[in-house]
């Protein structure tokens, strides 16, 4: 790899500073990995009662969480929801980021992009009744339905990523394949797409961890289905007359491991500086 | 060149990922009638499970679900609007029935033969829900619960605190309590909706049962009506831990399970959460006494869990046969062990030891719906206690109170008043 | 760097309109799409903020009374100042944290991936377990900890406190966006080249003045991003509502979001909070379209 040059006195602070903020991570996380691991009868409101070690280390909770979760079938359901989406949405809002990128001169473009832009700040509390209509009368009340809407919803951040990260890449690149014959469709995908890696990788992340997390679009688009994803099935664990916050905790950590593998994977292409690799 | 096949194949993989999905959303019948339960408890999911097992082992016609789903009334709201009905809703008591009746969504149950066995408290208190007098039953009622007072038995007993019977005799236990050191209440009030619990408790007696319908119907004004409540209410704070506020629901369970307070003023439903906490507490409770006479006490109670027939249902000869399997006799006990929940059904059940204190009112029928249930919910009337209970401010909340409630209300007063012309020479 | 070929008029123009049409085939699917879902879905919802309509059942055509209800209404009204106080200074706070966080994790460190990785957490963990850990800190922790030190303004849960409880959102909603606009930033400092720096270094320019004058340039386009992101997130504020303070106390951190959904959806005041929502909507539209205008200005200045 390339060796950088930056000066190396800084880097102590860095190193410092970062420690220093570690604490704000470490103190929620091991709250969260010892409440997993008690019993509720060893819930107390005093500091020391909570903050204190499990008396047994037991992975009952996470035996129980799995059970109540039905995990692995709900895992599966959340990985293919999270993978399709985030495959589609690197293809289509790629190509989408390019197109209104490369036409910023454009009023008709123009227009595109701040309407499809725009699109982010509709309140979902308002699309929720007629998208759970129109999902059921065009027969998309399904895995299916959640991830087109859910390609649906993210276009417009990822379009405004991609689209911004192009005004970095030289249009030189495209002209250069463009002078050896190559369509602008082939130009895309052999050139620009790859070079867009990094941006990849961060709209995967962002995408990844938004439809990880959601709740409401599969309730309300598949309500009535009985499959489940972990979110929706980690709702078992709240309500208003009483949260099982140890089995709730457990299984939110067991939901925590995939994406964090994947945004530890992701985040080696976001390191790569691909323009600079690339314009040499 | 590899790079593109790698595409082509992510591409081909996403086709034929989506192709299930898309076929698996229709379910394959096997010639059995489809019987589908959508309940708003899910913290009776467990027991629902097992019922669902249980009746789908003894019947070869019919094959029920039931899905216990956390905001279900978000699902129910979404389902009605793509006019995708469940065939049965386990529902509460409160305004959403109203709604739900106004909508012309419920069927007509009256035929049903189980409905001779209801309590017939509770089938007024069903009737009284209706936004203006339907014709006909919407709702099987099957467990109510009841707000009070939960207390600690063995500190009662160490201490030789006595029961109160009237507000007097309640601030006198209160100082009692106090005077050794230990807490009388606890409140969790950063949760707004407990701000309900001793609000509804102290209503049943302070304020009339169909106030709000007298309000609607604008005979009266919520300044006149819960005047004395706000006060008495106003009293109870200093009682309870010093920022109330602080704490939610779950805190206050847990304070309470763990002995930092003597009383806790809330529902019935409480005990799972507390027992889990410290399952060897003994609990028990007492009708929270708000007047100063000790006759004409009544118990705060309401519907907790009712089934409705909706009028999409196809067949209703097999809801009926699933409304028999839920109300049998011993399929209701189950529910009432498990959630700690009072029968609406006559007949001889075991009560939950926590409401032995509350068992002679529960007996004799002597019971009073939640004014709370006739709250419209976006009105937010937790939120506005929890306001009026920091600022102490009583003028200023009812009279709040008053303006809101007319704001919130206008279709339903309009729908009162227009029913009232019609018909208010006949009554 | 550039490439010097033309190879005629004639070639060029073909070349356009290849280019044209190749953009116009991608633009329509896409947006048909999006129009479908998105579009349609939003004209048919607002639609509703005509009627009184409960979200179910029948409802009847009211004309403009739920507008004009919300220009009355000090609950929204409230609502509003509330979330735009927070949205503002939550926004502020993230972008100047996570600048500083991304050049941080950019620079040369050791175990960049450890800290990249334990960096991220606060985005990954569930609102539940976010909501609990900090209702927990602020309930019991902080005023413990002011009672040590003696600082008695703290030494009540600020979420408790109808003046204050909105700082502990600002803290939850911080905490868990840094993680986000860090990786953005990230994104944004590798497109800057190596030789930028090294041309800088040259020029002595180190520190502060490198990044002001090198560094930040460059990656205004993100920074722009970074903006619009953050101030529709905290504009639209909704989980982290729910899961720290459910609107109290006191209603002081009911955001609009919250209020649309908790009334229009759990509530029976769907009519009215579809006109809640379509006014929201434009407001932030507005709001986006000013600052995206402000930045590209800002940008071509550059």
Same mark, same amino acid.
């Given at each position: 790899m390339k060796k950088t040059s930056t000066v190396g006195k800084s880097n102590r602070t860095a190193m410092v500073l970062l420690i220093l903020g570690l604490s704000t991570i470490i103190f929620p996380l091991y709250m969260t990995v010892v409440i997993a691991f008690k019993?509720? #009868?060893?819930?107390?409101?005093s500091i020391s009662g909570i903050l204190s070690l499990p008396k047994v280390w037991s992975l009952d909770n996470f035996r129980e969480a799995m059970r109540v979760t039905d995990f692995w079938n709900s895992l599966k359901n959340s990985l293919l929801i999270s993978v399709l989406t985030v495959g589609l949405s690197i293809l289509i809002h790629s190509l989408m980021g390019y197109t209104l990128g490369r036409n910023k001169k454009s009023k008709f473009y123009n227009f595109v992009y701040l309407f499809i832009v725009s699109g982010?700040?509709?309140?979902f509390a308002i699309l929720m009744m007629p998208l759970a209509k129109q999902t059921a009368e065009m027969g998309l009340a399904n895995w299916f339905g959640v991830i087109l809407l859910y390609v649906v919803f993210y276009m417009p951040m990822n379009v405004m990523l991609y689209s911004g990260y192009l005004?970095?890449?030289?249009l030189a690149l495209e002209e250069a394949a463009r002078v050896d014959g190559a369509s602008t469709w082939r130009t895309y995908w052999a050139i620009i797409f790859p070079i867009m890696r990094p941006m990849h990788a961060t709209v995967a992340v962002i995408t990844a961890l938004a439809v990880w997390n959601d709740v409401m679009t599969p309730l309300i688009i598949m309500a009535g289905s009985s499959e489940n994803t972990l979110p929706l099935a980690q709702l078992?664990?709240?309500?208003q007359f009483g949260t099982n916050y140890n089995l709730a905790f457990a299984s939110y950590l067991l939901s925590l491991i995939p994406i964090l593998v994947f945004y530890v994977i992701c985040q080696k292409q976001i390191l790569n500086g691909v323009v600079n690799g690339a314009v040499k | 060149m590899k790079r593109k096949e790698v595409r082509s194949l992510a591409f081909a993989a996403c086709l034929t990922a989506t192709v299930p999905f898309v076929w698996g959303c229709g379910d394959a019948s096997d010639g059995k009638i489809e019987v589908e339960i959508v309940q708003?408890?899910?913290?009776a999911a467990n027991y629902f499970k097992t019922v669902e097992e249980a009746f789908n082992a003894s019947h070869d016609d019919i094959h029920l679900t039931i899905s216990s789903p956390n905001d279900a009334m978000a699902i129910l709201k979404t389902r009605f609007i793509r006019e995708d009905y469940p065939d049965i809703i386990g529902i509460g008591g409160d305004i959403n029935y109203s709604y739900f009746v106004d909508a012309d969504i419920?069927?007509?149950?009256?035929?049903?033969?189980?409905?001779?066995?209801?309590n017939e408290g509770y089938l007024d208190i069903a009737e009284a829900l209706e936004l203006v007098p339907v014709d006909g039953t919407y709702i099987l009622p099957y467990a109510a619960n009841a707000a009070g007072i939960l207390y600690n038995r063995e500190m009662f007993e160490q201490h030789g605190w006595q029961i109160p019977e009237t507000w007097e005799e309640m601030l006198a236990l209160c100082d009692q309590i106090s005077a050794e050191g230990i807490l009388p209440f606890y409140f969790?009030?950063?949760?707004?909706?407990? /701000?309900l619990a001793p609000w509804n408790a102290m209503a049943v007696e302070l304020?009339?049962?169909?106030a709000t319908k007298q309000v609607n119907k604008g005979l009266t004004s919520f300044t006149d009506e819960y005047g004395e409540l706000a006060g008495k209410y106003l009293a109870l704070?200093?009682?309870?831990?010093?920022?109330?506020?602080?704490?939610?629901y779950n805190d206050a369970c847990t304070a309470f399970a763990r002995g930092e307070s003597a009383m806790y003023p809330i529902g019935s439903y409480a005990a799972p959460q507390i027992l889990s906490v410290n399952p060897d507490l003994k609990i028990d409770s007492f009708v929270m006494p708000?007047?100063?006479?000790?006759?004409?006490r009544t118990l705060n109670s309401g519907i907790d869990l009712g089934f409705c027939v909706t009028k999409? /249902?196809?067949n209703k000869e097999a809801a009926y046969e699933v409304l028999d399997f839920l109300y049998a006799d011993d399929t209701l006990q189950k529910y009432i062990d498990a959630q700690t929940s009072v029968p609406c059904k006559k007949g001889s059940f075991t009560l939950p030891v926590i409401l032995d204190g509350m068992s002679e009112f529960i007996a004799s029928g002597n019971m009073t719906d939640y004014?709370?249930?006739?709250?419209? #919910?976006?009105?937010s009337v937790d939120a506005l206690l929890q306001t009026f209970l920091i600022e102490k401010d009583k003028d200023a909340f009812l009279k709040n109170f008053d303006t809101s409630w007319q704001r919130y209300n206008r279709d339903i007063i309009r729908m009162v008043q227009e029913y009232e012309a019609a018909h208010g020479s006949a009554q | 760097m550039e490439v010097h070929s033309r190879k005629g008029v004639n070639v060029m123009s073909k070349h356009e309109n290849e280019r044209k049409r190749t953009f116009l085939l991608i633009t329509i699917p896409i947006l048909a799409l999006f129009v479908c879902f998105n579009t349609i879905p939003l004209i048919r919802g607002a639609l509703y903020s005509f009627t009184n309509s409960r979200g179910f059942g029948s409802h009847d055509w009211v004309g403009l009374r739920n507008y004009i209800d919300l220009f009355s209404d000090a609950r929204v009204g409230k609502s509003y100042l509330f979330t735009i106080k927070l949205a503002l200074v939550t926004t502020i706070v993230v972008n100047v944290l996570s600048l500083i966080m991304a050049l941080l994790l950019n620079s040369?460190?050791?175990a960049k991936g450890f800290f990249r990785g334990a960096y991220f957490l606060p985005n990954i963990l569930g609102s539940l377990v976010v909501g609990y850990i900090f209702n927990y800190f602020f309930t019991y922790i902080v005023p413990a900890l002011a009672d040590m030190t003696g600082i008695?303004?703290?030494?009540? #849960?600020?979420?408790?406190?109808p003046g204050k409880a909105w700082i502990g959102v600002m803290i939850v909603c911080a905490w868990q966006a840094i993680a986000m606009n860090t990786i953005i930033y990230i994104s944004g400092l590798q497109t800057v080249p190596e030789d930028v720096y090294e041309a800088g270094g040259l020029d002595g320019a180190t520190g502060w003045k490198q990044f002001k004058h090198l560094t930040f340039p460059l990656i205004i386009p993100f920074f722009s991003i970074n903006m619009v992101l953050c101030v529709k997130n905290f504009l639209m504020v909704f989980d982290q509502i729910i899961a720290l303070t459910k609107g109290g106390p006191a209603q002081s951190t009911e955001s609009i979001s919250y209020l649309i959904y908790n009334n229009g959806m759990s509530g029976g005041q769907f009519g009215f909070q579809s006109a809640n929502a379509v006014v929201f909507f434009i407001v932030i539209v507005v709001i986006s379209v000013a600052q995206m205008k402000f930045s590209s200005s800002k940008e071509e200045q550059l």
């Open positions: 019993q509720p #009868s060893e819930m107390t409101n982010m700040f509709v309140p005004t970095n890449i030289p078992n664990f709240q309500s | 708003y408890k899910p913290e419920l069927a007509d149950i009256s035929g049903y033969a189980g409905m001779q066995d209801v969790g009030f950063k949760d707004t909706w407990t /701000c304020a009339p049962a169909d704070l200093p009682y309870g831990p010093d920022d109330p506020f602080a704490y939610s708000a007047s100063d006479a000790k006759e004409g999409d /249902c196809k004014q709370d249930h006739y709250y419209p #919910s976006e009105m | 040369k460190i050791r008695t303004s703290l030494s009540s #849960s600020i979420l408790s406190s």
